[in-house]
């Protein structure tokens, strides 16, 4: 536990001097990690390899051996990540209103840091400089603790940003990962209320649990992503299939993919052969009721539990509705509050699922991958919130800030 104080404490010291940064001087710093992570590429993949081959080693699946892997465009992209940062406006200092009161007291709200943001995540290496990047421009110090599985790469990009920071005569300690890598570490640090003012999980269903779970610092749940399509009985079937390929096939460990499938009975005799091969192709199984089954025999018959997982592999369950209210009520009742989607031509049915469904994204023809904060305009992202307070769906910059009245008076008493 002392060594975890140890970094809080001087969290805590980094975040009041963010907390006083001018925007230039949060650009530079931004800019300067951004040069130096492309400088270090080769160090840092090296790293990485290291972090892939005990992966493997291990039995990692290839989705998440696809999700710990470093390559010259995958820094590239972390490296841009921090210049499109630096790039945003600073939402700090903003005063959003200000009004008199009638005893002539001006009483407005100012955006302000929240203070020390500490993040847990997996297997992903490059949310180290993602979150980095959004903490340091919203004002705020940072606590990392990644996966086991990256410990290398973590170590090394987070040196290079603290090496950054002091060529720009700033505290390092504005990013700190916690090195040591036992269970007990993150136990403790849930429970770091004096230092950590908010907590932030990012990885597998079981990790959100826990920390939901056993944390006393304030949370902010994001999300699994057992994310839907539904086909709708007016949708096109091109764009269906080629929505439906891509948001499952074009990155399987990430959770905005598509997991689950719901497919109109109207048109289920006609898609789901279409479907079945276009999937198959891609060498994904189909787990689906018994209606699907009936329909094309080669799909594997679905549990309860499936319509419930996200795979994050090349499997993907399927539900025949019998119609689009029965479709809203099957995704709403085992969603995970993600990103769903409606493949159709018809604008009632597409205006419906978009006021009855609940989930932070909810898409009318369109992939599902699009919830990300970089598509959404945000720049990098910290996670994507699948819960309602204080943040929902992808949190760029102002989901890392909070406020403070500020009154302004001329010897006001009551």
Same mark, same amino acid.
């Given at each position: ?48 390899? &290291?972090?892939?081959?005990?992966? !493997?080693?291990? *039995? +990692? #699946?290839?989705? $998440?051996? @696809?999700? &710990?892997?470093?390559?010259?465009? !995958?820094?590239? *992209? +972390? #490296?841009?990540? $921090?210049? @499109? ?11 959003? #209103? ?317």
């Amino acid at each position: 536990m002392d060594y975890l104080i140890d970094l809080g404490k001087k969290a805590k010291e980094a975040s009041r001097v963010l907390n006083t940064l001018g925007q230039d001087k949060k650009n530079n710093a931004l800019k300067r990690a951004a040069k130096l992570l492309v400088e270090r590429e080769k160090d840092i993949i090296e790293a990485n390899k &290291l972090d892939v081959t005990y992966g !493997r080693e291990n *039995g +990692m #699946s290839d989705a $998440l051996i @696809d999700r &710990l892997t470093l390559n010259h465009d !995958r820094i590239l *992209g +972390m #490296s841009q990540g $921090l210049l @499109d940062v630096a790039a945003l406006d600073d939402p700090i200092g903003e005063v959003i #209103s200000m009004k008199y009161r009638p005893n002539g007291l001006q009483i407005g709200q100012k955006v302000v840091p929240i203070g020390v943001v500490g993040i847990i995540y997996e297997s992903r290496p490059n949310v180290t400089a993602d979150a980095f990047g959004l903490c340091f421009k919203s004002g705020n110090s940072v606590i990392l603790r990644g996966g086991s599985d990256a410990i290398n790469s973590n170590k090394l990009i987070a040196r290079v940003i603290q090496e950054a920071l002091e060529l720009e005569g700033l505290p390092k300690y504005s990013i700190q990962l916690i090195e040591k890598t036992d269970r007990q570490v993150v136990t403790d640090m849930m429970k770091l209320n004096e230092y950590i003012d908010v907590l932030i999980p990012r990885g597998g269903a079981g990790l959100i649990k826990s920390v939901i779970a056993n944390a006393t610092i304030p949370v902010i749940e994001t999300g699994t992503g057992n994310c839907h399509i539904y086909v709708d009985k007016e949708a096109n079937f091109d764009m269906a299939l080629d929505i439906i390929v891509n948001a499952k096939t074009q990155r399987l460990g990430v959770c905005n993919a598509c997991e689950s499938l719901v497919v109109h009975k109207d048109i289920a005799g006609d898609f789901i052969p279409l479907l079945y091969d276009k999937l198959s192709k891609e060498n994904v199984e189909i787990r689906g009721d018994d209606l699907s089954r009936e329909i094309s025999p080669g799909i594997s018959p679905a549990s309860e539990e499936d319509y419930r997982t996200e795979y994050l592999d090349r499997i993907i369950s399927l539900k025949v509705a019998d119609s689009i209210d029965n479709a809203i009520s099957h995704i709403n009742y085992y969603n995970t509050k993600h990103s769903e989607a409606i493949i159709t031509q018809n604008y009632d049915n597409a205006l419906k699922f978009l006021n009855e469904v609940d989930a932070a994204a909810v898409y009318v023809n369109a992939s599902t991958r699009f919830t990300d904060g970089a598509e959404f305009g945000l720049g990098a992202e910290i996670g994507i919130s699948t819960q309602k307070l204080h943040a929902r769906g992808p949190m760029g910059l102002k989901a890392l800030t909070t406020t403070k009245y500020i009154i302004l008076g001329n010897g006001q008493t009551r």
